[in-house]
């Protein structure tokens, strides 16, 4: 629950320090590290299941209670130092040369969006029933779900390719380290030639090309770790 309004806020965030043409690779930073996390976590997740039956848990629990205290960690670092919006960005963060050059780029990437702005006259119900903003809300909560069901059932989908559970923890790693490398080219490409929709559609071919194929369940196990 509390997770929840961690990607949609980071997304907001980010786009509030750079320019539409900028963000796209930005964007993939911060969702790599996402990828990254459960990439990791499958290694990690491999070694902490030799602590089963350590101070009495079950292997399953030490990778929650590592794994939970190590993002306990993070956040105390994360609450005290992440950044104000650019106009009111600290000076340990931004000088104020620094501030004033960013907000005039992005100010004449998409205009003033400060109190007192045009972007205030805006009534709020043009806002709710913008069919483009559900449409994209639609899209995000769609692909968020989808990475959330991947990166949970990953490993009960490798044991089914005849895999220990602990060698399946191995072997997600090469699934996220493919897509972090697929997320970084395919970003760059659209943010250099300023153009998204190709690249989006491809992804979602592809993404269905791999969801058809686990559906008609393939015999060969190497074809169903590809998809």
Request: glycine share 6%.
């Amino acid at each position: 629950i509390f997770e929840a309004a961690l990607p949609a806020g980071a997304t907001y965030m980010i786009s509030t320090y750079y320019t539409k043409r900028d963000a796209a690779v930005r964007f993939a930073w911060f969702f790599n590290f996402a990828l990254a996390g459960p990439m990791f976590s499958g290694l990690l997740a491999y070694a902490i299941a030799n602590l089963e039956g350590a101070g009495g848990y079950e292997g399953w629990r030490w990778i929650f209670i590592i794994e939970g205290l190590m993002t306990c960690f993070v956040a105390v670092f994360v609450f005290l130092f992440c950044p104000n919006f650019p106009q009111q960005a600290q000076t340990w963060f931004l000088k104020p040369h620094e501030r004033e050059r960013l907000v005039e780029q992005l100010e004449a990437s998409r205009g003033q969006e400060t109190e007192g702005s045009a972007a205030d006259d805006v009534p709020i119900w043009k806002i709710l029933i913008d069919w483009r903003i559900h449409l994209f809300t639609m899209c995000f909560f769609c692909c968020d779900i989808t990475a959330g069901s991947i990166a949970s059932f990953t490993p009960t989908i490798l044991t089914e390719l005849s895999w220990t559970s602990t060698v399946a923890q191995l072997m997600t790693m090469p699934v996220w380290a493919a897509g972090i490398v697929a997320t970084f080219v395919v970003t760059w490409f659209s943010s250099y030639i300023n153009f998204r929709a190709p690249f989006i559609f491809g992804a979602c071919c592809f993404q269905l090309v791999g969801w058809i194929i686990m559906k008609v369940y393939v015999p060969q196990a190497g074809v169903r770790y590809m998809a």
